[in-house]
């Protein structure tokens, strides 16, 4: 069976969907985008999603295309279209098809895409022996907190990691403390067993997945902190893994060429993992 995208109003074949050349996203990635985890056909934490681009949206100025309750039909029908039981929704707002200007223009309208794709689950010998993660220079601008899909920073920090045997690369600001990864969140547990990742604030994307993780550690009694914190503290540290809507929450057990702890998933690690595995399957879940 064909692919089906959600293109400007129309469901329309996968390998025909097309935007216009002079699409602000195109030529000024001009807009914001969000993926949704799909898991047993049900949409996981689709509403904090969707509060979410509503933020990016209005950071950039762009007024939303559509009603959330006419995206969220859509939304659902592009699941039913593309048969998806586990898998992913993209959706990408721009500000639309104009002459190339940088200044905005006027009486322009939103345009919206939306796809979505089917995701492998991740293999058990990978969540054992956690994944590698190198540390980078952290090179974006200075507003990560909108989900933008000005990406090339983080394109070229990940295919770093690639060709360096890793699955992420963690960028570094200036203070040597690490920000996030290039598409993840980076967490890290100190030997005192307290869970630690960055403040949600201008310098890293406030991942959903990162929010719940946080809500089920609050909920399980484990003794949390959101701050800065240094390479040379997550060398040091018990455990360490990353969390995304893809990832849910994937150990880390070697950073440049440090082993973390034993070189084996650390048991904070699993436990949250399985945790979020369980959230997303029950109360995390939209129909």
Known sequence: MSRVAYVNGRFV???DAAVHIEDRGYQFADGVYEVVLVQDGALVDEVP???RLDRSLGELRIDSPMSRPSLQSVMRELIRKNRIRNGLVYMQVTRGVSRRDHPFPKDVKPAIVLTAKRIAATKPEVVENGVKVITIPDIRWKRCDIKTVSLLPNVLGKQQARES???EAWQVDEDGNVTEGTSTNAWIVTKDNELVTRNANENILNGITRLSILRLAEREGLKFVERAFSVQEALDAKEAFVSSATSFVTPVTQID??????GKAGSMSVQLRDSYLSYAASEGRTQ
């Open 13 to 15: 074949t996968h390998g």
């Open 49 to 51: 999603h969707l509060d």
């Open 165 to 167: 045997g890793a699955y």
């Open 257 to 262: 060429q440090t082993v973390i702890g034993n």
